[in-house]
């Protein structure tokens, strides 16, 4: 019967067989009818989160893509392939922060029986930083990985169950919360272009959004710096998307949900005379990434950022909250010409 009880499992997902480690539900906890075990213990998730830390470590001494996607998978393995092709081409190139590990300050296990499933682990280091993640494990025989990566809003609060009790995940089309998951990250992209503007504006919590801000002011500085050589002779466009990774939800105790989803965000330098080029001056990182120091087409660069939102539920007054941000440059490349 043992060994009928771990087939199928891998080392990270055993249970700990130590008297007194799993604490039982109290009375006033309620487990809806139906709902699976957590997918791992707090002390589980710590050591997985240990394991990845070191074996991410390894592959970012060793600037190996391959070994960093034992360990990371969607959009955290994506920033760290494009980190590792810039700092194999330019030896000023800072790598990525260490994925964290360590105690943690939030955790919340999804709640189910099978697979795939996740979990979501809050991380902070000594100087009080937090760091986001959604783990997920694709199957029985696979190991977890980091597939969300973001910093942690100073002052976010989370409504999360008890690791005990654990969480479901949100269908990507669930009419239940406030907007869909799968339609998080478009809308938010429409509020990076349009500002007030946007027809979603007023679903989204401006006063507690500190990515929105920098956003706009990256934009305008670009924007300054490139009219002052290049305003007669080219152009500037800025263009977000909703980005290509499936968003990973989980509900809170008000029925809301956290919703980790990607934005592109889409960077285009062309000229407007036949007879200029854009010059990269001294962009040292588009031009590492894009091969040359000047184009008669232009540059696109885009950046992928992975963004954390509490959504609340349908009929809610509340507003969705961005949890946590991070930007990074995904590639950048010559315009082709049309």
């Not at 330098?269 to 001294?282: E, H, S």
């Amino acid at each position: 019967v043992g060994g009928i009880a771990l087939t199928g499992c891998s080392p990270e997902a055993w249970p700990d067989l130590q008297p007194g480690t799993t604490p039982s539900p109290t009375p006033s906890v309620i487990v809806p009818e139906g709902q699976g075990a957590p997918a791992v213990t707090r002390t589980q998730a710590e050591r997985i989160l240990t394991r990845i830390s070191e074996r991410v470590s390894a592959a970012d001494k060793a600037n190996d893509p391959k070994a960093a996607a034992e360990r990371l998978t969607g959009p955290a393995l994506v920033e760290r392939e494009t980190n590792y092709r810039l700092r194999a081409k330019l030896t000023s190139a800072d790598p990525l922060p260490a994925i964290p590990s360590g105690d943690m300050t939030a955790f919340l296990p999804q709640a189910k029986n099978d697979w795939p499933r996740m979990f979501l682990a809050v991380v902070e280091d000594a100087d009080g930083v937090a760091t986001m993640m959604t783990v997920t494990q694709d199957n029985p025989w696979a190991e977890y990985k980091v597939a969300y990566i973001s910093s942690l809003r100073a002052d976010a609060s989370m409504n999360l169950a008890a690791d005990y009790v654990g969480a479901v995940a949100v269908e990507p089309n669930s009419p239940l919360l406030l907007m869909p998951p799968e339609n998080v990250a478009a809308a938010y992209a429409d509020l990076l272009d349009k500002g007030n503007k946007s027809e979603f504006a007023g679903m989204f919590d401006a006063e507690t959004d500190t990515f929105r801000p920098l956003v706009a002011k990256n934009r305008a500085t670009l924007l300054e710096n490139f009219n002052e050589t290049g305003k007669e002779t080219g152009r500037v466009s800025f263009l977000a998307e909703a980005g290509v990774s499936e968003p990973l939800s989980l509900v809170t105790l008000d029925s809301g949900a956290i919703v980790a989803v990607t934005v592109t965000e889409n960077e285009t330098i062309v000229p407007t005379d036949n007879d200029a080029v854009i010059k990269l001056g001294d962009n040292v990182v588009v031009k590492a990434l894009s091969g040359v120091s000047q184009s008669s087409t232009g540059f696109r660069t885009r950046y992928t950022d992975q963004l954390y939102f509490f959504v609340p539920a349908q009929g809610s007054n509340e507003k969705i909250q961005l949890l946590a941000s991070r930007s990074n440059v995904l590639d950048a490349k010559v315009v082709e010409k049309e």
